[in-house]
């Protein structure tokens, strides 16, 4: 049993003796709700029932209305806030894009809030901008463009935007009856590492915990991880958790001060006075994860403080791992690092000390070219504990998305069927029985591939379901030129973007799509802990001719394939789906049963691996034997990671971040790094590489020296295509070097 939180007051944890943190910077979440207010004031009854009655469309917590599985109370933070206009705002007028070359200068945040797309609408090579046409000739065209093609000239990609299972699943049976596995999703470019990390050493591809044992554990480790913004609703965990007495430490390049303290406005002790989180930061060089981490688990050994007995009866390969521990110099692990071998010992003690301990990344990890390997450093660590299986225990990456846990269990992955099992001629046959028509036995191209395919000239068509290319991956000119070269692009999505926009190298097609809310017969997410959680739909006003998109794509199959298949893809509804998935994924098995609001079940209980049964080919966790990386720094040259601000994903909804003050042209800097080159807060800088420069402004802050930050996606300009872990992550880092400009920037 877990050690519950101290119901009285507790000033040791507060931030701050100055009432409601004066002076201080953090984000102001009640202005969020009055602004979230004023925006929806035109449909402020539909906007109170998506909030009270919907699943949350912004991080994977997963909330139900206003509330969880986790804690008691009111939960609602200013990322739902944020989105909320998204899904209550009213239609556009389709004449604005008759001509496209006025929109051409806005940016995507302006392009958003000119509404909602209400029709399907059409662009021909030549023509100033796009026309509206019918749902009939708009699904003829993309048809027949299809079925004049072969399927490997096809790719399909799906966003998390708060996209639910059931358009998962149903879009890649689709797509799979027209032949082909190129079909991808936004989970692709953040926490595909993760899912191959834990699925190779413990047999398990997701969060194997549960939030709740985030509070009273004894130690809670985040590690490239910044959930006081992406996830802001958990911080009411992490105020409870120190409450409880949990030690909470981060490992990052940057001392985020959303990390450091926050004041949590749904409780009153801490909207007043705020809440210390981390105890104790661990700052590490871009990239220095794995030496850090190995030289914590060297230090664990040296001292005595691994589980032997749990070590040796429940997994396999910690004797190799400590053999090649034992080649690595403490020189060599605080250079790769940028850590201390005194810091490592510090936070090997803390996890020696702990009985029980949770360990919680996200992007800082995945999102480098051995994302996979930094994943496996952390397991690592905790099975040196037994931390996993238990209560209290646990290996968590952390969703930053709604709709993105569940889109690769459903299939909607380009090199895994649904339920996760590997794409093998074997399986194939087994889909191929129960669907009906030919299932494809060879893997298909993952987000990245796509593009490098259409810049190839080797897609006919390309399908994207929301999401923008031009602003999540690298190289934004290369991703330009990409889009340029499809015959057929076809854009599914609520509201318009920047590759929308991008000239038709033949024809381009816009079709209009609903929220989730919006979808008859209700639907489903999957939150990170593995909850599969019932969204009604919200009885409202629609918009135009908005359809969903599993709908889309059944009727595309349709047209596509032959007559007799036509059977195998239709859908009475969202709840037939639903029939269909509990058939076809094993562990999704009572998804059927979901039909109200707060119905809800997590696979595989509170705990994967409870009682250390790992479902590997052996029974057991296994260790894996790692280097760190080698970076090399030329002189005078700098490691740059790209972070976000005041944003949701690449959604950017303010120039300034309410938690660290910085702007979006801030070039995050050490104090030092900056005396030594003579600068200071506010000068203007450009960082340069091989690929484009990034033109800044100088923001002194907490962050490792040798290291810079900037925000994403206006960094990616610096990040290299070709640069991509083994499951396809871009790295979003890069070697820049800095020079100060001495006549003022335009940096609006």
């Not at 692990?333 to 029980?356: C, D, I, N, P």
């Amino acid at each position: 049993m877990l050690p519950k939180p101290k119901k009285r007051w507790t000033p040791s944890n507060w931030a701050s003796w100055k009432p409601f943190g004066i002076g201080e910077q953090y984000p102001n979440n009640y202005w969020e709700v009055f602004r979230a207010i004023w925006l929806s004031r035109d449909r402020l009854p539909y906007a109170w029932n998506i909030l009270n009655q919907g699943v949350c469309d912004g991080c994977a917590l997963g909330t139900t209305g206003m509330q969880d599985w986790t804690l008691d109370g009111i939960h609602l933070c200013n990322v739902r806030l944020r989105l909320l206009r998204m899904n209550t705002m009213p239609a556009f007028n389709p004449q604005l894009l008759e001509d496209v070359e006025h929109l051409h200068k806005q940016k995507s945040a302006q392009l958003r809030d000119l509404g909602r797309l209400p029709y399907p609408m059409i662009r021909r090579r030549g023509e100033k901008g796009f026309r509206q046409v019918s749902w009939n000739e708009a699904l003829n065209v993309i048809a027949s463009r299809i079925r004049a093609t072969t399927p490997e000239r096809l790719s399909f990609y799906i966003t998390s935007r708060g996209t639910v299972n059931e358009t998962y699943y149903a879009t890649q049976k689709a797509v799979r009856a027209m032949g082909t596995n190129n079909i991808d999703n936004a989970a692709r470019i953040c926490h595909s590492p993760s899912t191959a990390g834990l699925k190779a050493a413990l047999g398990v591809g997701a969060t194997t915990c549960s939030y709740k044992d985030w509070i009273g554990t004894d130690l809670l480790v985040f590690i490239g991880s910044n959930v006081a913004n992406n996830q802001p609703v958990t911080v009411k965990y992490l105020h409870y958790a120190k409450k409880a007495g949990t030690k909470i430490v981060v490992i990052n390049t940057y001392r985020e001060p959303g990390m450091e303290r926050y004041w949590v406005p749904s409780i009153p002790e801490s909207a007043l006075f705020g809440t210390k989180f981390a105890e104790d930061f661990f700052l590490v060089s871009m990239g220095g994860d794995i030496a850090f981490l190995n030289g914590t688990i060297k230090q664990m050994i040296a001292n005595g403080w691994v589980d032997e007995s749990f070590i040796h009866r429940y997994t396999t390969g910690f004797a190799e791992l400590k053999a090649r521990l034992e080649t690595q110099s403490w020189e060599e692990l605080e250079q790769l690092s940028g850590s201390k071998r005194e810091e490592m010992y510090a936070f090997a003690t803390m996890v020696g000390q702990a009985q029980k301990a949770v360990f919680v990344w996200s992007m800082g990890i995945t999102q480098h070219e051995c994302g996979e390997d930094n994943v496996r450093a952390i397991i690592n660590l905790a099975l040196t504990k037994g931390f996993v299986g238990r209560e209290g225990c646990g290996l968590m990456p952390i969703r930053g998305h709604s709709g993105v846990q569940g889109g690769a269990e459903m299939g909607c992955y380009a090199t895994v069927f649904p339920g996760g099992k590997p794409i093998t001629p074997e399986n194939a046959a087994q889909l191929s029985q129960l669907w009906g028509f030919e299932v494809p036995a060879s893997k298909g191209l993952i987000a990245p591939e796509m593009i490098d395919a259409a810049y190839n000239r080797q897609l006919d068509v390309l399908f994207s379901v929301g999401g923008n290319f031009l602003e999540v991956l690298p190289e934004p000119d290369y991703v330009e030129t990409a889009l340029e070269r499809v015959p057929l692009r076809v854009h599914v999505d609520i509201v318009l973007s920047s590759q929308m926009l991008v000239e038709p190298s033949d024809t381009v097609v816009l079709l209009p799509a609903t929220t989730r809310y919006e979808i008859l017969g209700g639907v489903t997410e999957t939150s990170t802990e593995r909850r599969v959680i019932y969204s009604p739909e919200i009885p409202g006003a629609r918009i135009g001719e908005a359809r969903p998109e599993w709908e889309v794509f059944m009727e595309i199959a349709r047209r596509v394939v032959e007559t007799r298949y036509a059977a195998s893809l239709y859908f009475e509804n969202t709840a037939a789906i639903r029939q269909e998935i509990a058939q076809i994924v094993p562990q999704y098995a009572g998804i059927q049963h979901l039909q109200s609001a707060g119905d809800q079940f997590q696979y595989g209980g509170s705990h994967l691996c409870f009682g250390w049964k790992f479902p590997t080919p052996d029974g057991k966790a296994h260790f894996a034997v790692l280097s760190p990386p080698q970076i090399e720094l030329p002189a005078g040259c700098f490691l740059v990671a790209t972070r976000r601000g005041k944003q949701f994903n690449s959604m950017v909804q303010e120039r300034k971040d309410a938690i660290t003050g910085a702007m979006r042209e801030a070039v995050l800097m050490n104090a030092s790094d900056a005396a030594k080159l003579g600068l200071k807060n506010g000068d203007a800088v450009i960082l340069k590489n091989e690929l484009g420069e990034y033109r800044g402004q100088v923001y002194i802050a907490p962050i490792q020296p040798g290291n810079l930050q900037i925000h994403w996606p206006e960094g990616n300009v610096l990040l290299d295509k070709s640069k991509r872990s083994r499951e396809g992550v871009p790295d979003y880092n890069a070697v820049v070097r800095l020079e100060k400009v001495s006549e003022e920037i335009d940096l609006s």
